[in-house]
């Protein structure tokens, strides 16, 4: 196994403009895993309840996901139900969330997953992010995060703690600038990654993502899409294409981290064209590859070598 | 003179995070002449109040800008108001609009200028942008065009009409799809292009600006800045921008147009980091030209030529 992930694993009951799903497989931690065994091992920590249906274990199984850390509890799996509203389905409310088996989450790593070389700690409570961190035998190779606003208003003083210890940070442009108290994006970016992180990932939803690598930004555009079904878990699925690309490759220069930003794109789109998981469980490695050429296309130009006059002449 | 703008010359009182301004020079028209004036000669048509400094007049002209479609009406100049709110400036609020003599603007076109290659219609009246293409003596090389909502609302066939004579539509993001009547921007614009358009440019103020061409997208992010003082004309400077490269050029092409559109993004970058028009008053083409290269380095990645596989091996 090559990257472990902490998060959750949840049934969803998602409205959009273009239909509506009820108890629809769904969680950090599945969209994530789900996502990153297209390009490597992934083993998963999470709870789940009394009602969580075999058939989905059986499922993450099928995509060699090692879930032997995937723990039954009694009580019901975690819930969340959630509508989106604006046009780009920018914006969304929760209906609601019924924590369930996941308010007792105590996360315990195997021997073997303590020594796992990757790193994701999905969005969950930074103790228990911090908990996770401390039992790794040694340190990974790479210690990706995400948190969101919740963690940051709540419990700032350990989110601080496990920012320090993480080489990515994962946040959406709010969560950016509340965390970093700057509403700059770029100074925020920066006094972030002064605490410890190299890079900081700034998730834009429909507008894409831009990365702050040391003194270098890259912008990903979102992939166009002309029909968005249910942006549910298109985050967690730009981690796992960041993160799958770098443990897959083992590459962590600056061409690397861009390369992984923009496999991360297209992951996420991917993601939003069907509802739950459904349109990332049939990906071939092919499709992706495809849609990553096609980002060449979305965002080239004729750039301006040095001496040449842009006007010509 | 090679670009003809018809627009608006104004006044404005602007508050942002950063600062306030007074009665600062302003309007479509003008921000686009001067910006426009680094690539080409530029000839303008607006109204003035008699309150209108003549030092202003005299700015114009030493940008080389063809000032004679100015004319001078009495009352007072167009007066616009508003404060900017939110952390990333992209929305905002207007508190006064007083049109003044511009509400009643009929523009009149010289000889020499109805036989301008090159013609943006910045946002005004769609029966006035009618009236102005229907004085030129031959059709442009390009027609551009800029609109809003409350033409979209309130003059809905009269833009229809000036939108099937126009070669490039700019519009935010909202506008797109209000005038498209279409939710997802990828349908809206093409809905658009049926009607005639070879280019929409979706700006998206902060987040860049989406360029779709007969079936190509290219995505030109925003410059990333540590400082945002006031976003007042930006659109219009990325218009100046992307017309002023076309009209500098001549070149029409696929590329000729992504070229153009990152030449808008750079120039609307300039045009954020000052109040009014005191940054790209003073900016050289040297300077442009850098930051043009800087895009390159903040969108390039190593892509996957044919055949290649993303995870190696």
């Known amino acids: 196994m090559s990257v472990l992930v902490v998060g959750s694993v949840a049934y969803d009951s998602v409205t959009t403009p273009a239909d509506s799903r009820e108890d629809a497989l769904g969680g950090s931690a599945t969209y994530f895993s789900i996502a ?13 309840g ?14 060699g996901i090692d879930v032997s850390g995937l723990r039954r509890h009694n009580g019901k799996t975690f819930r969340w139900a959630g509508e989106y509203y604006s046009s780009d ?13 996941f308010a007792e989450f105590s996360p315990q790593l195997s021997a073997e997953q303590r020594r796992c070389p990757y790193l994701f700690l999905a969005n969950i409570d930074p103790e228990l992010q911090l908990d996770v ?14 948190s969101m606003n919740f963690w940051i ?49 700034v998730k834009r939803g429909a507008h894409g993502a831009t990365l702050f690598n040391g003194d270098a930004i890259f912008s990903a555009p979102a992939f166009p899409l002309d029909h968005v079904a ?35 794109s297209v992951m996420g789109s991917f993601c939003v064209q ?40």
């Open 230 to 264: 249910d942006p549910t878990g298109a985050g967690d699925t730009f981690a796992a294409g960041f993160i799958g690309y770098i443990a897959a490759t083992g590459d962590k220069t600056p061409d690397g981290y861009r390369r992984a930003a923009v496999l991360g």
């Open 36 to 48: 990153a065994s297209r390009f490597t091992n992934v083993s998963l920590i999470a709870v789940i």
């Open 133 to 146: 961190l401390r039992q790794m035998e040694t340190r990974p190779n790479l210690v990706a995060l995400d």
């Open 89 to 101: 389905l920018n914006a969304r409310t929760t209906l609601d969330t019924q924590l369930n088996v």
């Open 274 to 313: 069907d509802f739950s998981m459904d349109r990332i469980l049939t990906l071939t490695i092919e499709e992706i590859e495809d849609r990553f050429r096609a980002f060449t296309a979305l965002t080239s130009f004729k750039g301006l070598p040095e001496g040449a006059s842009l006007l010509g002449g």
């Open 153 to 201: 208003d709540g419990k700032r003083d350990a989110l601080n703690e496990i920012v320090r210890n993480a080489d990515v940070l994962f946040m959406d442009e709010d969560e950016t600038r509340d965390f970093a108290r700057e509403s700059n994006l770029v100074t925020a970016a920066k006094r972030i990654m002064a605490m410890g992180p190299s890079a900081v990932v």
């Open 50 to 63: 009394e009602d969580f249906d075999e058939r989905h274990i059986a499922l993450l199984r099928s995509h």
